[in-house]
């Protein structure tokens, strides 16, 4: 135990005849200053205190509100007594004299039934400082109950009965600094009652039960009132003289019945700082009222009525950093409103019904006219030091673009507006900002531009309807890539069902799509950004497709087999018929040009052979899943599809109907064990050859020799004759080598040759895709000018697909680069190569264009014996590139035949 304890508190005791001092001895207390009497049953008697020398602050509070008055002949036992508090006490005081208590200067009087204030009533406490009566049934003070207390400072009349204070009350404590009286029933505040109080620095009346009427000039004339609240006490009217001179620095009149106020009230208050006029029914603010107060700092005008704003409403307010005008009925604010209040750090204008942002929105010299877009200025661009900007609970629709610009801004709340969406542009602060759009209507957030350095924005969308589909595909990408900015707390998808849940900084790119509104009525449209792909599921194929804005591939899935002539919509670059049960690829027409290629997913079906025509037309196929034939019969559909497998992108998964990888097939040696089978009749063979070479020379049977040829199964298909083809070659070439190509064609038609050019021979309006397989199949090969500049030609790719199908191409090759085009892939195995440049390039040209070029028909050849027994031997009846070298030309007199060539075919062991 320490050696003696300072303060000592003694709970529910009946003193009866026993002394405190006794049980501060008990306790090693004697030298207690502070003592506490709880719940005391009984007065206090002089008795009681004896010998309590060193207390100064003696504290009572009596059970069952005891009657009595207040113990002076126990204090006067107290000679070092500075306070006495005396509560919950049936007290009545009466005026008399008796010995004085000089040195107490704290008196309280509270939380009893002290019912009124004699005169004199405190005469024998004449150095009282703080005289603190609240919490009583107080309902009358007598004027001169105040008598002799010419020391008093603090004096607290709260929380009592009192209807009114006598004018001359106060006239006995000219010291006084504080005056308390809240919670009373205050009619009036009299001019007179404040008046001479020289050192009064603060009144605070409020929670008073009536209407307050303050008289002129109640507060005025008090050199130093600095601080000033009359709240909630039902004040209607304020006089221009209510305040004068008085140098006052906080002001409150919260929570009153204020529907006006006189444009002279502040006009002498230029030390004021604060000013509370919230919570009352001020419709507007007159002109000038503020524009004394350079030196206000803070500034509310909370829950009023306000409806407008003049613009000069706030001149004169150079200092104010605080503003607050929330929950009134502004609904537009003039662009200049807030010009003045350069130093302003803090504005609240939530819980109004602004409309900034949107159409409508601006102003005039009259009524509020005109429009502001929605990234344009609002009234608060000028607030360049605003931290705090709130515009919760309005009509807001967009985020103006001035706010970005605001580079101290610290917290944007736009909680409870009409947001929508997000976009780029709205994420571009100058500053490390908050943005509070909890609570708005936004469905999409935009992806933030890309920034130089990593920036601080939160973005607070809990509680919105956030809808995870093709719109958010950016900004789930942007987050991916730069997950640190923007802070995303609670922002989470509402829709779709399967996304619902999902926080935006966990969305999957891939999986966000949107159902396309101009879409046909049986289908189902969806586009998936992440692809790039607008997908149609449909029964049948629909007239047109859905028209989104960019570069990206059209999937069209059909859902039920197609009919066997099918028309894709325009624009259509993939065709699913997948899983269908197909037997027969359906036809597809020609495409127009220029179009994109076309690609067809046929896997899983039950095709048998090939869509070659599709593939010769340039489109793209999958074939896996099929049981293609893959025997003899098929070996011609099987060579084109060699030709062009480049076009099957899964060609090494796709099998044969007995089960093998098609890419293991030897097609050469398919019709190898048919062709022994007539081995024996090699001599027989050889006759038949002899004669029907002796038919070929009567032109009128040659088409019957060519027909048995067939059957016999020399060759797959033959070719036209020359004689029977309308043109030698088709030329293609780019437009880059338009005069070089036409000096060519000039050269070789005077020799005689029949040239197919599109760009003069084709008929004017037709189907490009048409004309171009029209053009291949009357043409024994084609012409192909190789330059950089040809996988620029707008159908440079069907003509060389047309050439690979029918006669193959001869290259003339100017740039021998441009040999790695795409678009040669169709040709280049088995084309034949000319320089460009070669000087007797002419020479050469004439002589293969009238020997056949390279493949197809190959003119008039000779067959030579050697031929006749590879083929009894088994060997294929076929010619290859190397026999048509210009050192082996066909004797005139020879006997001649026209024979198929075929590119994918080993040349034959006998040279010719």
Not at 258 to 287: I, K, M, V
Not at 460 to 481: G, H, I, K, Y
Not at 753 to 770: F, S
């Amino acid at each position: 135990m320490p050696a003696t304890l300072r303060s000592l508190s003694v709970r529910g005791c009946d003193l009866g005849e026993e002394r405190l001092s006794c049980v501060l001895a008990l306790v090693n207390a004697t030298g207690a200053e502070r003592v506490a009497v709880t719940d005391a049953r009984t007065p206090l008697r002089p008795h009681h205190v004896r010998g309590l020398t060193a207390v100064r602050t003696l504290r009572v509070s009596v059970r069952d509100k005891i009657s009595m008055g207040v113990p002076y002949d126990a204090l006067a036992e107290l000679p070092d007594l500075e306070s006495f508090a005396l509560l919950m006490a049936n007290l009545t005081l009466e005026a008399g004299a008796g010995t004085a208590l000089p040195r107490i200067a704290r008196l309280e009087l509270a939380g009893g039934e002290l019912r009124a204030l004699p005169a004199a009533a405190f005469a024998r406490t004449p150095h009282l400082e703080h005289l603190l009566l609240w919490g009583n049934n107080m309902a009358a003070i007598h004027a001169d109950a105040l008598r002799g207390l010419a020391r008093l400072r603090t004096l607290s009349l709260n929380t009592n009965a009192l209807t009114t204070l006598p004018p001359t009350l106060l006239r006995a404590t000219p010291a006084l600094r504080t005056l308390h009286a809240y919670g009373n029933k205050l009619a009036d505040l009299p001019t007179d009652l404040l008046a001479g109080l020289q050192h009064l620095e603060e009144v605070k009346i409020f929670n008073n039960n009536a209407s307050l009427s303050v008289a002129a000039g109640a507060l005025a004339g008090l050199p130093a009132l600095r601080r000033v609240t009359l709240e909630s006490s039902g004040v209607t009217r304020l006089l221009a003289s209510t305040l004068g001179a008085s140098p006052l620095a906080v002001l409150s009149l919260a929570r009153n019945r204020l529907a006006a106020l006189p444009a002279e009230l502040f006009a002498e208050q230029r030390a004021l700082q604060t000013l509370d006029l919230s919570y009352n029914e001020l419709s507007s603010l007159p002109r000038g009222l503020l524009a004394s107060l350079a030196n206000l700092t803070d500034l509310s005008l909370r829950n009023n009525r306000l409806t407008a704003l003049d613009s000069d409403c706030f001149i004169g307010l150079a200092s104010l950093v605080r503003l607050d005008l929330s929950a009134n009925s502004l609904g537009r604010l003039r662009p200049d409103t807030f010009d003045p209040l350069q130093q302003l750090q803090v504005l609240s204008v939530s819980q109004n019904s602004l409309e900034l942002g949107g159409a409508g929105y601006g102003y005039s010299d009259g009524d509020v006219t005109g429009a502001v877009p929605s990234a344009g200025d609002s009234p608060f661009r000028a607030l360049k030091r605003l931290r705090r900007l709130t515009l919760s609970h309005n009509r807001i629709a967009a985020v103006a673009g001035d706010w970005r610009l605001l580079t101290n801004l610290q917290t944007l709340d736009l909680a409870y507006n009409h947001i929508t969406e997000i976009t780029d542009v709205d994420m571009e602060f100058l500053s490390n900002c908050t943005v509070d759009l909890r609570h708005n209507n936004i469905s999409v957030v935009a992806a933030p531009a890309p920034a130089p350095a990593p920036s601080a924005l939160e973005l607070r969308l809990a509680d919105n309807p956030l809808v995870c589909d093709c719109r958010m595909f950016p900004l789930a990408r942007a987050l991916r890539a730069a997950p640190a900015a923007p802070r995303l707390p609670g922002a989470v998808c509402a829709a779709p069902p399967a996304l619902a849940g999902t926080a935006l900084r966990e969305l999957d790119p891939a999986v966000l799509a949107c159902d396309v509104a101009d879409c046909d009525p049986d289908c189902v449209c969806t586009f998936r950004p992440a692809e790039r792909r607008l997908r149609l599921a449909c029964a049948a194929p629909p007239a047109r497709a859905p028209r989104i804005e960019g570069d990206i591939d059209v999937e069209l899935r059909l859902t039920a087999p197609p009919p066997p002539e099918l028309r894709p919509p325009p624009g259509v670059t993939r065709l699913d018929l997948a899983g269908l049960g197909l037997a027969e690829p359906p036809r597809l027409p020609p495409r127009p040009l220029p179009a994109p290629r076309l690609d067809l997913d046929l896997r899983n079906n039950s095709l048998r052979r090939p869509p070659l025509e599709a593939l010769a037309a340039g489109c793209g196929a999958l074939l896996a899943g099929n049981p293609l034939a893959c025997d003899c019969a098929a070996r011609s559909d099987l060579l084109r599809l060699e030709a062009l497998r480049h076009l099957v992108r899964d060609f090494e998964l796709v099998r044969c109907a007995g089960g093998g990888a098609l890419a293991g097939v030897r097609v050469a040696r398919l019709c190898v064990a048919r062709d022994s089978a007539v081995a024996g009749a090699g001599v027989a063979l050889a006759a038949l050859a002899a004669v029907l070479l002796l038919l070929w020379g009567a032109r009128r049977h040659r088409a019957a020799l060519r027909r048995i040829l067939v059957k016999l199964g020399l060759a797959a298909e033959l070719a036209p004759p020359a004689s029977e083809l309308e043109y030698d070659a088709t030329v293609c070439f780019a437009p880059a080598d338009a005069a070089w190509a036409w000096a060519l064609v000039a050269r070789l038609e005077r020799a005689g040759l029949r040239l197919c050019v599109p760009e003069r021979d084709w008929a004017p309006g037709g189907v490009i895709a048409e004309q171009v397989a029209r053009s291949a199949a009357r043409a024994r090969l084609a012409l192909v000018v190789v330059s950089g500049a040809l996988g620029e030609a707008a159908w440079a790719r069907l003509e060389l697909a047309a050439a690979a199908a029918h006669g193959g191409a001869l290259l003339l090759v100017r740039e021998p680069a441009a040999l790695q085009l795409p678009a040669l892939r169709p040709v280049l195995p088995a084309a034949r190569r000319l320089r460009a440049d070669d000087p007797r390039l002419a020479e050469r040209l004439e002589r293969a264009l009238r020997r056949g070029g390279v493949g197809g028909a190959l003119g008039r050849v000779r067959l030579r014996p050697a031929h006749l027994a590879a083929a009894g031997k088994g060997s294929e009846l076929v010619l290859s590139a190397v026999d048509l070298s210009p050192a082996w030309p066909p004797p005139a007199a020879a006997a001649d035949v026209d024979l198929l060539f075929d590119p994918q075919k080993p040349a034959p062991a006998a040279a010719l």
